[in-house]
């Protein structure tokens, strides 16, 4: 089982910007999804950034002030959030699919954004 953990969240000012990371326990190389979601107060976990065969994809809502990158030196993923506004509220949590048919599926604990107007 891969180890998740993020960090970077915190509190910020709306038009703030944050950098949150997420350290793997293995090699982010082996994985076939890494990915980014969040999960605001009363919400359902949504997907923020994913990143399959090199190509990021992002959405609608984010799109244009999130940047997902990885640092494979240091098995690292960091989701880079610029102009936060209080809509982007919320636990932030790393996720990887690994393996044949991604039977491996881990999730980190997650990292509190919360974002004030």
């Known amino acids: 089982q891969v180890q998740l953990v993020e960090s970077g969240g915190g509190l910020v000012q709306t038009g703030g910007s944050l950098r949150l990371s997420c350290a793997a326990s293995?090699?982010?190389?082996?994985?076939?999804?890494m990915a980014w979601y969040r999960q605001a107060p009363g919400k359902q976990r949504e997907l923020v950034a994913e990143f399959i065969r090199l190509i990021v994809t992002y959405a609608n809502s984010v799109n244009g002030r999130f940047n997902f990158s990885t640092d494979n030196s240091k098995n690292t993923a960091q989701l880079q959030i610029n102009n936060l506004n209080p809509e982007d509220t919320g636990d932030y949590f790393c996720?990887?699919?690994?393996?044949?048919?991604?039977?491996?599926?881990?999730w980190g604990p997650g990292t509190q954004v919360t974002v004030s107007s």
């Open positions: 996720h990887v699919q690994a393996g044949y048919e991604n039977i491996l599926n881990s």
């Open positions: 293995a090699s982010i190389g082996g994985f076939n999804v």
